[in-house]
């Protein structure tokens, strides 16, 4: 590696490189090799957008073939036989058999793009601006989505006032004795309260980057019921949290609740190709042609690997089984991090968690000490005080176990290191 | 194909399928191919996506063998082997020969992704909130790029004011007799004209949705002088007349400007697949790490094929040289048009040409009678009154002289019908 | 009268002339008179703008004797006698006794301009765009102002978004069991909370239009050290409150807390003439002469009486001792209400007391069946749920035991009035 | 004068009393007189304030008489014999010989306040929130008026960016060769440029801040077809110019436009008193009551003295007769002036005019040299640049005689001392 070119050349915005200083070279499954040959276990999967983990021999095989055949690499939004053939998928391995019938917004390849169009047809449909969104809840950079993300960070990177959204207390955010309902219905109950009638509740069924917080189902019934009281959409932004991430394809089954549209992004693809699209329920579609556009909607190479996902991974339940039991392994290995570090508490649901360990120095100096040994994992949350496991849902249980060995032994380095600071 | 799978499951949003109904199955160089065998001459080339042509047989070879040997797919904004390749290659082929000292920021890989790091970043470092925008410009869907965005269907999409941008009037904008210079630099040099001091000026060398509107190297250079002497930035957004669509590399080329930041995408990948960055001076470099950031920045499948396109085709001036000629053909093709035409003028500059024919009925129907005779040709303009081509760079000259021989014809089948409707 | 003139010519934005059809032609303390000679108990004082009665001899004289001698009546913001002997007087009479340093700013005379004027300075001097208004609150109807309000209705007016404004809940707001400071604290304290650093903290002392809800010291305390803590300022907007209102000058006088700015109108200039300013902290007063300006900043005419009236009744104590016997006979007045009402319960402070009826049904036909029998009283609260007594501070003990006499059989024809609808 | 209390007390924001360093103690006419006994001349008349001359007798004594009687001084918005009396005579005097049909819109007692009331009716009634407002136009400093007004130091002055309006150029902007009307309709007939259909246009018939510039009937005209073809209202604030300052009633009469919003202040009460009112078209009365409030409008004091003036003034047309007279007295006063200094010209129309002298520094000695010779007099424009007149329009013959040789004088002294520096 030379890494002269990124300091010459490529923007100080650039981040996971810091963390991970090595050239990566290879990857496959849970396995990222980087160019000294070493192998690393990814516990990070691109932020949950490698949830069938690197290089999917199906997915490679087809979009290989894709491609030597001249298959269409860019068709703007027109029909291809790829297309086709993924929305057909979709329909009869997704939507059909969870009584959907939503409608599928190719939109640009980026979360943050099925969230704008989303916030824009919310107003549109409902002639009202204000969209609730909540604390540490995380939806894109682009300024409308922007304007939907907590951290303090993010939004002063917009460097002028964001608009369109309120902001109110996610499930838990104050501790677990208020009910944060409470205040949202009050708000929205006092004609007086200030909170201009919402177009949507915007939310998150799990806050990837808000610290892995997982809302119960009773509290996004409560929200979904308080939505439909005020004439508000339901939008379940998936993009983190969905692809089977909490152990179901969207991680808002089972839940009763309906949204009304569902951004998705992130592991849709299902080799980590761009691709993103907005699910909406049909009477809100009243999109004019191009109303929301951009150049790369509807990604073809995506097509093709995101049919070989949903083929091979959700035509029955055995992956889903399977995912259950993998649930449990990472609660075990995280139980087993939580015992080493007082206070510590689990967070997350699914295969979506992690462990608030307390402080953010501590969380990155675990990550550091895990990369070292041939572990990638990041921290998230507010403070950056939680180590998150956002591995490939296919990571095997020898990885999982060899992956957790490695965590132990990062945790107790770090706070090794951490005894010691505090003893000079 | 099946119809009914897209009324039945894609957004109403959806739109160029619409103007060409049939389902494609391959493409290569110049040429789509739909399901019925039946071959289409391609002026739209993924509204200049597609630069050098559906899949272009060294970079699919890169491709694949990138893909075959589990290289890595999405790799978030890690450090990786094709990374350091295309930083290098657009370092020493493209910003080195020209003198420029320019960053690249890895943004989300869509143009409104560029375009809004790109506005984010101005007001940061200058400390102001409004960014001059121009008439008929285009620069993106989301609310940020969306604001700069002169079309007033797609501003409606917003469904709320777009705040922090003053559109005045583009090159030409109107007429050839009225200079837009003056009235730009009153609006700047007057105090009390209501004009907020601005961060940048936000310009396009050619209007690609607008109309094919090309700004002269004069106009620029005032933009510039006037950006420099009020203490704005100037970016230029190269999105859709950038990588050689006008001839050169970079639009502006041989202009004498020099501009703070330009927004890439499009053909930046040279295949079509989702790819942006954002080039910007050293000195805005201020970005916090990941105070902008995006899952999907850096597609490293588009590394590859990048560099390859780079390494192909900006080596040595040869391609360059090249592009001239064809020009020459666009224009003549573009002229035989206008001819036919009462009133029709030529638009654009370099390979991005069309002919202005007075109506978007017309213009239509042109397009539509084009495609029924093998040829697939968009409108633009704010009354889709021009007739756009925006053919592969790599167009044979055969290619050319038969698309342009449908396109006579079809302006022939249109003329007669507009004219058998006013018989009537 | 001639109520066609009205109809005919006057908005429909009138309002109070709803409430109190008759038209009136003289006014003395505490009696409104109207054309017929009814005599009217003023239990609404121009909204707290009378607190010294209507028409007080001494000021009247002091005013006909300016009007009389050629005074200036309208010089602008230059110097006169009369600015120069209010200044004086309220530095000499309210400042200096009270330990305030604060200089004061003539803003147009309203009080929205006030508060405009304190969230300018807010945001300029911190260089902070958010302002923390609170549920309920009522700052004024000019867009800045407005955004700061709560009323949905009053909002709704806008007809766009409004800006800068986070709302959270006011010191009880969600009913005695929830402590709202945790809420504000946890809002403040959580960087992804959404909420952006507030410039300034804006809160009425006591909330007036916002149902006579009044803010314990040691909340106001709380959110004094928040606001201190987090680098914001505190605005008191004491423009309903003040002038001796809740039983001192300030509202918050006695509490330990020092504001940064107070917003004051209303009963300034102590005749209900048009006066406002703003009492800002010296170190604040960054404007550039003119920066913001108003051609009726500082009424001549109101500065006479203005200083009358400090003259009058601040320069000892005896004003404010009689104040508090006052407060004392309006909370039994109220009592002797709230007895005869199911769940009804007392609300605010000093003499800006009412009682919550329940709903704001009951309360409107209390104030109309008052109006009927000579007394004019109001309703206020999010849903006008409370009757509401803001009578001159210089009603007699005679005026307020008959005030109150009829309010007792106000009510209960109103009570007598919903049996009857309840019983058919 | 303890000018002491003012530098220790009052804002820096004062400004007036900057240029008039003294104390006044009395106003008679045309005359201030201050605390030395000094007699000025005034030419600045409240800014237009005080059309009438300072303390009119016959309203004097009205007023007195009023508030001898006990009349009402604070009413709310409650009908009263003043407000009857005023509405109707404004209906006889005004409205009806004009063949208006207009509704009075009492709001808050400051022109900030009707431009506000009518920027939120405009985007009430048409649902669209853009308003066209133009370069050097002056609208007020609340957050929604200030959006309105072009002057870039007051617009710095709200900290944060404004929204909801679009500045175009108004006539003559540019200079006498460009027809603005031409700029205007381009934004407006091209779908693509930006500008959002507009709810209304807001212009000043004659420009008080901006430098006293007076749109044509014609381009006024054009102004008001665009709107009708827009779907647009047309608001014309006549806040500085109305009530006779041009020579008519309202500065727009004889100019075949009709306005569907007016909003009044300055000069409206007669005698200097805070006073602001709407006019609306019947149909645009869509208000709800107190949907747009304040607590000092309809000031009874005023509906008293604005009563006297218009029956004084305005029941027959000798005041306007003698208005052309002193008009031309004016201009001709002027031309003496524009003679002495290179390059000046005339600016403004019928009895609100001045004279561009080229620099604010040049037009700021002469004011400044007047004054100590006993004139009153400002500037006016983006630069300062317009020595301005706006004598009360009762000002005499001999008065405007010898204002105009003082002023003479003051050009000449502040000439000889620029000769004198440029000599050094």
Known sequence: MNPDIYTRRESEARSYCRSFPTS??????????????TDYIDFLAG???????????????????????DGVTHG?????????????????????????????MMVG?????????????ARKTTGRHNIVAFTNGFHGMTMGALAA???????????????????????GAMGPDVNTLDQIEFMLENPSSGLDAPAAFLVEPVQGEGGLNAASAEWLRGIAALAKKNGALL??????????????????EEMGIEPDMVPMAKSLSGMGLPFAALLLKPELDVWKPAEHNGTFRGNTHAFVTARVALEKFWKDDSFQTELKSKARTIEMGLTSIADMVDGARLKGRGLMRGV?????????????????RGLIIETS????????????????????????????????????????????
Chains 1, 2, 3, 4 share one sequence.
């Open 24 to 37: 990566f070279v290879k990857a496959s499954g849970s396995i990222l090799t980087d160019e000294k040959g």
């Open 47 to 69: 932020c949950s957008s490698l949830n069938y983990g690197h290089n999917d021999p199906d997915m490679k095989a087809a979009l290989i073939e894709h491609i030597s055949n």
């Open 76 to 104: 703007l939004d027109m029909h291809t036989e790829q297309k086709e053939a993924f929305l057909t998928a979709f329909e009869d391995i997704i939507l059909k058999p969870r009584g959907m019938d939503h409608k599928v």
């Open 109 to 121: 390849p980026t979360g943050t793009n099925a969230v704008e169009a989303a916030m824009k047809l």
């Open 149 to 171: 993300t907590g951290n303090a960070g993010k939004r002063n990177g917009g460097a002028m006032p964001l608009q369109g959204v309120t902001h109110l207390p996610y499930d």
């Open 235 to 252: 939008i379940l932004d998936d993009i983190q949290a969905g692809i089977g991430r909490t152990g179901t394809f969207f991680s808002f």
């Open 356 to 372: 608030d360990v307390g402080s953010g120095d501590l969380a990155e100096k675990i990550c550091a000490e895990a990369f070292k």
């Open 381 to 424: 949350g507010a403070h950056d005080e939680v180590v998150k496991v956002l591995a490939p849902l296919t990571t095997t249980e020898e990885q999982f176990e060899k992956g957790f060995e490695i965590l132990r032994d990062a945790t107790r380095a770090a706070l090794t290191e951490n005894n010691q600071i505090a003893a000079e």
